[in-house]
């Protein structure tokens, strides 16, 4: 029996609390972002985007739903970052998302829930305050980066490591996820677990490790998967390249180990995309011949398996009619609301009164777009789908741009792989958010390593030859 939500009855936290609770609960936060601002003017770059990777990974929730200490605290950051970047003008892609951040603050003035549009709104201004931060990072040593990852291997280490226990032995996740630890650790929704709930992140079959859901974790360790074989390119000290090494590995495992299906698409199509990027720039005859045998090759793999084990297909073809179906409400109120969206919360009424429709003889579920244009849009309207189309792509194009311009490199170099993992990185995020729940920046976990990997995919560094070691940090404080 499917689980029934009732959103028209979904408790807020003003609806909930007295106001007086309302009142200590946000002076609390008052106190604690001030003592965060405080602290961020003080700390070294490499420090604080150290500290941001790991609140990505332990975010700590509390009575704000989905808006974490975690997310509060990256977001408290944005004075200090802003503050480090000085009068300097912001690059093309940070512009866009300080415009996403002042359209998403204006879209609030037709939002149906105030918690949901402030969530979006904190999302973008974390991106813009770790975005400043990784940038200043690089800028002040190359070195930095690795740091602030060393500082976070062991928590990523042990999302990793949990995913996969969970998997092996699901009733151990079950214990987790009814735990009262689960409360603060996992995201609002874990206490549907205890009541019988048989959505997706209650299947034995996936695996979340510290994450409620398996698509989210997925998600995360494969672009921080990236993120860590990037660094291990970078040549570390030895001590550090093994660390570097091993993480990536182990996260990019997790991640197939998660149950999702989605990385088990990515990580054959994605570095294969990136491989003929950097063949086509070098020999476009021989790359157009590889794309059309590669084509072929793989319709006769679908028509193949179709023909001779058709129910393989059967849970693919599933999940997509969801996907078009909830697309389809979305194309039928784009006429009416086309340019302002739904408003951040209204796409919960929306699905209410089109889900007999769209899904016939199924209870009401919570469905979102599962498609990150989609969601933009319905968040915040034709502005934000626009100015999120330009942010999913600019990375991706980035990347692209210096696998041209690397031309002349040998196709088999450390700087060419390097290119090679960037982009499957940046490219993963948009992929994934094509079918699944999510934004052009992942989630509040991804926040941080996606502001990373970006900084990793605009810097003048990406895909060029470095010879020998980076030092220490102790050694360049001698020098």
């Known amino acids: 029996m499917e689980h029934i939500v009732n959103f028209l009855a979904e408790p807020s ?23 965060i601002v405080w602290l961020s003017f003080r700390l070294q770059a490499r420090v604080l985007l150290g500290a941001a990777f790991v609140l990505g990974i332990v975010q700590l929730f509390g009575p704000f739903g989905f808006t974490s200490f975690g997310l509060l605290a990256t977001a408290a950051l944005l004075p200090a970052a ?33 918690g949901s549009a402030a969530y979006g709104v904190l999302l973008t201004l974390g991106l813009i305050a770790t975005s400043l931060i990784a940038r200043e990072t690089i800028r002040e040593s190359p070195r930095g980066l690795l740091d602030a990852l060393a500082i976070a291997s062991p928590f990523v280490l042990i999302e990793a490591w949990l995913v996969t226990l969970f998997r092996i032995f699901p009733d151990l996740e079950r214990a987790y996820l009814t735990s009262p630890l689960a409360r603060f650790l996992t995201e609002p929704g874990v206490e549907m677990i205890a009541r019988g709930s048989t959505e997706n992140v209650n299947d034995i079959f996936k695996a979340g490790g510290v994450f409620l859901n398996a698509n989210t974790a997925s998600l995360f360790l494969a672009v921080v998967g990236c993120l860590y074989i990037w660094a291990a390119l970078q040549r570390p000290s030895r001590a ?8 990536g590995l182990i996260a990019f495992d997790a991640s197939l180990g998660t149950g999702s299906k989605t990385p088990l698409a990515a990580i054959v199509l994605l570095p294969v995309l990136g491989a003929f990027a950097l063949v086509a720039v070098r020999k476009p005859l021989l790359a157009i011949g590889v794309a059309v045998v590669g084509a072929a090759a793989a319709v006769g793999a679908i028509t193949l398996v179709s023909a001779i084990r058709p129910h393989l297909l059967d849970e693919t073809i599933r999940t997509l009619d969801e996907r078009r179906r909830l697309w389809g409400v979305v194309f039928h109120r784009f006429p009416e609301h086309w340019f302002t969206g739904l408003g951040f919360g209204n796409w919960r009424l929306a699905i209410e009164e089109e889900w007999r429709t769209a899904f016939p003889g199924r209870g009401l579920q ?3 777009p599962h498609n990150l ?27 692209v741009v210096r696998i041209r311009q690397r031309r002349h490199d040998r196709l088999f ?45 605009f810097s003048r560094r990406l895909g060029t030859r470095q010879d020998g070691r980076m030092p220490s940090t102790a050694a360049r404080q001698v020098a």
């Open 13 to 35: 936290f003003l609806g909930t609390r007295t106001p007086v609770e309302i009142i200590l609960t946000l002076a609390v936060v008052a106190v604690g972002a001030a003592a």
């Open 82 to 114: 802003a503050w480090r970047w000085g009068r300097a003008k912001p690059p093309l892609w940070i512009g866009l998302l300080i415009a996403l951040a002042v359209w998403q603050m204006i879209s609030v003035l037709w939002a149906d829930k105030l």
């Open 240 to 247: 550090q390249l093994w660390i570097f090494l091993a993480v």
């Open 366 to 368: 919570l469905f979102p």
């Open 373 to 399: 244009f989609a969601q933009a849009w319905a968040d915040a309207g034709l502005v934000s789908l626009l100015l999120t189309i330009a942010l999913s792509l600019l990375p991706i194009a980035a990347v």
């Open 413 to 457: 170099s450390r700087g060419s792989l390097e290119l090679l993992v960037v982009f499957v990185g940046v490219a993963w995020v948009l992929v994934h958010g094509m079918l699944d729940t999510t934004t052009f920046l992942g989630d509040n976990h991804l926040v941080p390593f996606f502001a990373a990997i970006v900084a990793v995919a």
